[in-house]
């Protein structure tokens, strides 16, 4: 089947997964001013758990779907957008421009099957598990381990082509949530770290805990009066309990091998 390829779309960054490594990466570069777009298969492995636990925070442990809900709320909140779709290959821009083109089969929200988009970004975080077959036109260093194939990466995320980047089990971390979320984390903040963004603390802190000792607030902080600290913390109860308030409404997953269903979703 031939394919069509439509106009490009532009961003920052772009990262390619929508697990927990690459949601948490959006996060952290969305909420710094970083246009992000996150493309994924809607496919998270993670969904196949029947029960997350070892999640700080969550001393019973929480229902993988909604955790990945929760996260990928977060990361629209921050202002990342996401598209549904498989990246097929990056390159570097043809045009002379220090950027890349990355090019997604489309898969339902991105488009029609035999559509192929076309995004023009500045940075790569390679954030799948476990493919990284659309890096090979960069010549990005991997390492095969059996079935698996790993992106060899720096103690900070980055790879040896420089504004790439990977993130999680992707670079042969740990398998597991928090893991993949404390590097998605770290990468993130390392692209902010090398893009043209003044540095990015992202804290909020109660009113003059800076401007009281003569100190302005730095980039990505915000001081918070007692008004609005009481407003937030009853805002982040209320959608606490909206988030837990009942079952998870989609089937449990299981390996797609398993079941007559592409998404090994299990009849409940």
């Given amino acids: 089947m031939s ?22 990466a959006a996060t952290f570069t969305a909420r710094a001013g970083l246009d992000t777009i996150v493309v994924d298969t809607d496919e998270s492995i993670l969904a196949r758990n029947a029960h997350l636990e070892n999640v700080p925070g969550f001393p019973g442990g929480i229902n993988s779907r909604r955790f990945l809900d929760l996260l990928a709320e977060q990361a629209d909140e921050s ?12 390159e570097r821009s043809d045009d002379g421009a220090d950027a890349f083109d990355v090019r ?5 929200a991105v488009g ?20 990284a077959s659309y890096l090979d036109g960069l010549g990005v260093e991997t390492r095969d381990a059996g079935s ?3 992106v060899v ?14 993130a999680g089990r992707l670079t042969e971390k740990y398998h597991q949530a928090v893991v993949a979320a404390g590097h998605g984390a770290e990468v993130g903040l390392t692209v902010v770290h090398d893009s043209e963004v003044p540095y990015y603390h992202d804290w909020v802190t109660p009113e003059g805990y ?30 606490t309990r909206e988030a837990f308030d009942g079952p998870h ?9 398993l079941v007559d269903d592409e998404l090994g979703r299990l009849d409940e």
Avoid: M, N
């Fill in 249 to 257: 409404p989609e089937p449990q997953r299981t390996h797609p091998s």
């Fill in 153 to 166: 990466v720096d103690e900070l995320g980055r790879t040896d082509v420089e504004g790439v980047y990977a």
């Fill in 79 to 90: 202002g990342a957008r996401r598209e549904t779709g498989r990246v097929t290959d990056v």
């Fill in 148 to 150: 698996k194939t790993y």
């Fill in 104 to 108: 997604a089969v489309g898969d339902g």
């Fill in 3 to 24: 394919t069509r390829e439509t106009d490009s779309e532009t961003a920052d960054v772009l990262i390619v997964g929508g697990g927990v490594a690459g949601l948490t």
């Fill in 210 to 239: 800076f401007t009281d000792r003569g100190r302005e607030v730095p980039p990505g902080c915000e001081e918070i009066d007692a008004e609005e600290r009481e407003r937030r913390d009853a805002a982040s109860r209320e959608r």
């Fill in 112 to 131: 029609d099957s035999d559509e192929t988009r076309v995004f023009r970004t500045d940075a790569v975080v390679a954030a799948s598990w476990s493919d």
